[in-house]
């Protein structure tokens, strides 16, 4: 067993999560297909200030996000669109709407690059939420991986599911990286298929923090250290807590 340094004291971890966690990191700092290193590393640092901006605390105090206007701190190479994207989704997701991404999606940010922000915010609270629970300061940021985004748009992502454009098991194209055979294709899996590779990115850590898709009804086995009842019950408050309506 690979083991997690804890407040000093050593707690056993498996070995898969490990590798996971060690994966994720290493992918947000990698070029993405939409963001380079750099940039997604950018999004991650963002992530990490939302809970101390402004505008932030004072949209979500408020009865509606929509009736508070201000700017988020300024960041190099990041647009408002982006800041505002990444910021909302960290600190207030239960209340985006699709005339809220519609109206910061355009010239200054793709839907693609929206879909990119989604996994990378997702999966830096993830890692982070992680090392919180288990009484860990927060991992420093790696150094960027050097590199050009591959800036792929599948061909057969169509708007029917979502607020942005997804890919179905049958339309995905020989080009297009595939998620679905290794984690599913429910709707879940394809709200973010219009990047493909960051559905593989996040359900990777995903499946490792939680259980894989065919685990999660098999309940003649258990795959964790604690039980399906025990996973779900703290799962379940957690929706609760962050008004999560999927």
């Known amino acids: 067993m690979s083991r997690l340094e804890v407040n000093s ?9 490990v590798n996971a966690i060690e994966l994720a990191w290493h992918r947000l700092a990698s070029p993405g297909t939409w963001w380079n290193g750099a940039e997604r590393l950018a999004i991650v640092k963002q992530v990490r200030n939302a809970a101390d901006c402004d505008l932030c605390k004072r949209r979500k105090e408020s009865l509606s996000p929509y009736t508070v206007t201000g700017e988020h701190p300024a960041a ?9 994207a990444i910021h909302r989704l960290t600190t207030d997701a239960s209340r985006c709407t699709g005339r809220w991404v519609k109206s910061i999606t ?13 996994s990378i915010v997702a999966t830096v ?13 927060r991992r420093a940021l790696p150094p960027p991986t050097t590199g050009n985004p591959t800036r792929h748009r599948p061909a057969g992502a169509i708007k029917d599911l979502a607020w942005v454009a997804t890919l179905s098991p049958e339309t995905v194209s020989a080009d297009d990286p595939d998620p679905f055979p290794l ?10 298929s219009l990047v493909p590779q960051e559905v593989i990115n996040f359900f990777d850590l995903d499946v490792e923090l939680y259980l894989k898709d065919h685990e999660i009804r ?3 086995h258990e795959f964790r250290e604690i039980s399906h009842a025990q996973i779900e019950l703290i799962a379940g408050r957690a929706s609760a807590i962050n008004g999560c309506y999927y």
């Open 218 to 220: 098999d309940f003649e």
């Open 125 to 137: 609270t993830g890692l982070d939420t992680l090392d919180l629970a288990l009484g860990r300061a």
């Open 76 to 84: 190099d190479g990041l647009t408002t669109e982006a800041l505002e």
């Open 9 to 17: 004291e050593l707690l056993p971890a498996r070995p898969a999560l």
């Open 183 to 192: 984690h599913g294709s429910i709707n879940i899996h394809r709200a973010m």
């Open 106 to 118: 355009g010239d200054q940010l793709s839907e693609e690059q929206y879909v990119e922000i989604v």
